[in-house]
């Protein structure tokens, strides 16, 4: 690559650098009150780096989070809490999204997230066991991704589980696996102690935070006010044309005209953001295989 | 009209050969381009990844978190090649073996670029199918080319050579994978996050 080609390619990610930062528009947040109720949008299942299998820092996911419209955020790294705890110090300094600190606890036979602990989970526990333990660190216990391959383990804590995953990125896109979210969803309702229903986007730093997500109506905006919702069943969750949640909530939601509950578009739209995304790849593979570096 | 990068990746025998050869270009500038570059490339696809463009927001940053890959590949480099007498300095040889690297970049960059490009329907098609079908490719021609660079840069014997690619891979892929993956940093604890991985993939 020539003098003159480097600088192209310089001027190329100056340009696709100032497009893409110039189009990277904040979501706005629901800010409503409904019935006395706060209500907040959600995503309690984000994960984070390191060892976490995701690419944004703490910092980073929490500034992600306030950019999608998120009021809350549960951070779950699988079977540790202290990064999440990171995510919620930093949250603080900005003023930014409620953080929830938590855990994906990862057993062979299930994942179960805990939703407001400080401790760690050990993933040896059963499921019983698990659920008795973020109880008792005044938790919310929510099945995460209850696809069929774990019913065995989630049927026999019915009665324990606080919340479901029922709608989810990938699950919004198969047919199959949303069916049986909602199965499980369905099954769980009908046990003796209803089943909160929650949509996650299983966060990895891959699409938007909240792809899927909770309204979650809570009395006060606060931790406590967030988990008691949940504790309560006060949350509505949307799939496109389909809802799923309180049935009290759902209405309130609907007299004052529904919540934003449209799918964020991606690719994300725009001309910019395609010139930005395109040049950014064109740009990485040029230099890869045409600069000569000496 | 082609990078080293590209030569390597498609001739690394002929072309590592050549590049060992005087004269050896050296220096702190030498030993840290690649690098970089790598390092901006990963910082510009978790961009890419997280919001569909290049952002500031993100890019910026993450440059400061991923530069731990190429650091941890430096460092496996050394610790293998720390006792070798050879007229390479270390910097040139951490710039030939990071010209190495075209394979993975190639990779990550079309993967990320697909994601970026395509509604996420396709995604796990995408990071299940066409992802570990590269990664296995990947993995294999990459070993040959870093085979190639022990082989022709340090004048190993093959036997060496091998034993070279093994020692080297094992300390970066435990260590990366230790910090981007694993909340347990033991064998048992490494083992059971790929099953765990290995099973979401086929579940």
């Given at each position: 690559m020539t003098r003159a080609g480097r600088l192209a390619a310089g001027l190329l990610f100056a340009a696709a650098l100032l497009t893409g930062s110039a189009t990277d528009g904040r979501r706005s947040s629901a800010s409503l009150v409904l019935g006395g109720y706060h209500v907040l949008a959600a995503d309690f299942h984000v994960h984070m780096f390191p060892l976490g299998?995701?690419?944004?820092?703490p910092w980073d996911t929490v500034i992600e989070a306030r950019h999608q419209g998120l009021d809350v955020i549960a951070m779950v790294p699988h079977n540790l809490v202290w990064p999440g705890k990171v995510g919620r110090w930093f949250s603080s300094l900005i003023s930014g999204p409620i953080v929830i600190t938590g855990e994906e606890i990862t057993a062979p036979d299930y994942h179960l997230l805990a939703v407001g602990v400080d401790e760690a989970i050990s993933s040896r526990l059963p499921i019983i066991g698990a659920i008795e333990a973020v109880h008792g660190q005044g938790g919310v216990a929510i099945a995460a991704h209850p696809y069929e391959n774990s019913w065995a383990t989630f049927n026999t804590a019915l009665g324990e589980l606080d919340a479901t995953e029922v709608v989810r990125p990938e699950a919004q896109n198969t047919p199959r696996m949303a069916a049986q979210l909602r199965e499980f969803y369905t099954r769980a309702r009908s046990a003796a102690r209803p089943i909160t229903a929650v949509g996650d986007?299983?966060?990895?730093?891959?699409?938007?935070?909240?792809y899927s997500r909770t309204y979650v109506f809570a009395r006060e905006k606060t931790v406590k006010g967030v988990l008691d919702a949940l504790r309560d069943g006060r949350t509505v969750v949307y799939d496109r044309d389909l809802v799923f949640g309180d049935p009290r909530m759902i209405q309130l939601a609907a007299a004052a005209?529904?919540?934003?509950n449209q799918t964020p578009e991606w690719p994300t739209p725009g001309a910019a953001r395609a010139f930005s995304r395109l040049a950014t790849l064109v740009l990485l593979i040029g230099v890869l295989f045409l600069n000569r570096w000496d | 009209m082609w990078s080293t990068d590209a030569r390597i990746l498609l001739r690394p025998a002929s072309t590592l050969r050549s590049l060992a050869a005087p004269p050896l270009p050296a220096g702190l500038r030498v030993a840290c381009r690649r690098p970089l570059f790598l390092t901006l490339v990963a910082a510009s696809l978790v961009s890419l990844a997280a919001t569909g463009t290049l952002t500031a927001r993100i890019a910026g940053p993450s440059l400061f978190v991923w530069v731990y890959v190429p650091a941890v590949e430096a460092l496996a480099l050394y610790a293998v090649i720390r006792t070798r007498r050879t007229q390479i300095p270390f910097t040139r040889a951490i710039d030939l073996f990071f010209a190495g690297h075209a394979a993975w970049t190639l990779l990550l960059v079309v993967i990320v670029g697909l994601i970026a490009l395509v509604p996420p329907a396709h995604w796990w098609m995408i990071l299940t199918k066409v992802g570990m079908a590269g990664m296995a490719a990947v993995i294999v021609w990459s070993a040959f080319i870093d085979f190639c660079f022990f082989r022709y840069?340090?004048?190993?014997?093959r036997a060496r050579a091998i034993r070279d690619v093994a020692f080297q891979r094992a300390i970066t892929w435990l260590l990366v994978f230790s910090i981007f993956?694993?909340?347990?940093?033991?064998p048992a604890g490494l083992a059971r996050e790929i099953s765990e991985a290995v099973a979401e993939v086929l579940r």
């Open positions: 299998w995701s690419t944004l820092s986007s299983d966060y990895h730093g891959t699409g938007p935070m909240g005209g529904g919540l934003p | 840069v340090y004048g190993a014997s993956a694993a909340p347990e940093v033991t």
